[in-house]
């Protein structure tokens, strides 16, 4: 198993920048694609970024393509989601996830693909 902690959210003002961490501890970090799901009130989580185990490979949601950029440091089983432009959408409770993988390039793109989850860290974007 894999544990996983969030850590950077907070409140910014529409147009600002934050950066999440993601903590990994565990058995293997390394075999695992990793990826950011969001989940606003009332709502369904949903896929926002991934990176493969590598960290060659990412895939992201369209809303936030050219403004998120997900990256990993396996020496230190860590994995970042530097967030820029924000808009007051998007508002929710970032996740970190995990799933273990055979192949070091696979980016799983959808919230249930992934088996493992952080306990989330909340990003308020005012207007």
């Known amino acids: 198993q894999v544990q996983l902690v969030e850590s950077g959210g907070g409140l910014v003002q529409a147009g600002g920048s934050l950066r999440l961490s993601c903590v990994a501890s565990?058995?293997?970090?390394?075999?695992?694609?990793m990826g950011w799901v969001r989940q606003a009130p009332g709502k369904e989580r949903l896929f926002v970024a991934g990176?493969?185990?590598?960290?060659?490979?990412?895939d992201y949601a369209d809303s936030v393509k050219g403004r998120f950029t997900i990256s990993r440091d396996n020496a230190e089983n860590t994995v970042y989601l530097q967030m820029n432009s924000l808009k007051p959408e998007d508002t929710a409770v970032y996740y970190c996830a995990a799933r273990i993988s055979s192949f070091q390039g696979t980016v799983y793109t959808t919230a249930t693909d992934y088996g493992y989850w952080g306990h989330g860290t909340q990003v308020t974007v005012s207007s």
């Open positions: 565990g058995s293997n970090p390394g075999l695992h694609s």
């Open positions: 990176i493969s185990r590598s960290g060659l490979n990412t």
